[in-house]
């Protein structure tokens, strides 16, 4: 079982950044795939990054950077130039897998607003 909690989000003017955290909980962080994926209002919920167990590999979809820190049991999200099309919830995820697909990740985090203004 592995639980997570995002922070970070906030509301930012078009063209700023935020830096999204995700901690989990128990002692397995660093076996797993980490994901960010995002829902907008009315929107189904859509990939925006991954990184496997160890930090080599990374799939994104574009502007933001995905790392992580296994000492700390943390995935972040490094979010620049940000749009306001941008605006959504902001959730992580672990799968077994690399994966941009949200049927690969078993766990979920409840979610972390981002507000883009124009």
């Known amino acids: 079982?592995?639980?997570l909690v995002e922070s970070g989000g906030g509301l930012v003017q078009a063209g700023g950044s935020?830096?999204?955290?995700?901690?989990?909980?128990?002692?397995?962080?660093?076996?797993y795939t980490m994901g960010w994926?995002?829902?907008?209002?009315?929107?189904?919920?859509?990939?925006?990054?991954?990184?496997?167990?160890?930090?080599?590999?990374?799939?994104?979809?574009?502007?933001?950077t995905i790392s992580?820190?296994?000492?700390?049991?943390?995935?972040?999200?490094?979010?620049?130039?940000?749009?306001?099309?941008?605006?959504?919830?902001?959730y992580c995820a672990a799968a077994n897998q690399l994966s941009s697909r949200k049927s690969e990740y078993n766990y979920w985090g409840q979610g972390t607003q981002v507000t883009v203004s124009s």
């Open 1 to 3: 079982q592995v639980q």
């Open 18 to 31: 935020l830096r999204l955290s995700c901690v989990a909980s128990g002692r397995t962080f660093s076996s």
């Open 37 to 64: 994926f995002r829902q907008a209002p009315g929107k189904e919920r859509e990939f925006v990054a991954a990184i496997n167990w160890n930090g080599d590999r990374t799939y994104t979809t574009g502007r933001f």
């Open 68 to 90: 992580r820190d296994n000492a700390k049991n943390t995935v972040y999200l490094q979010m620049n130039s940000l749009k306001p099309e941008d605006t959504a919830v902001y």
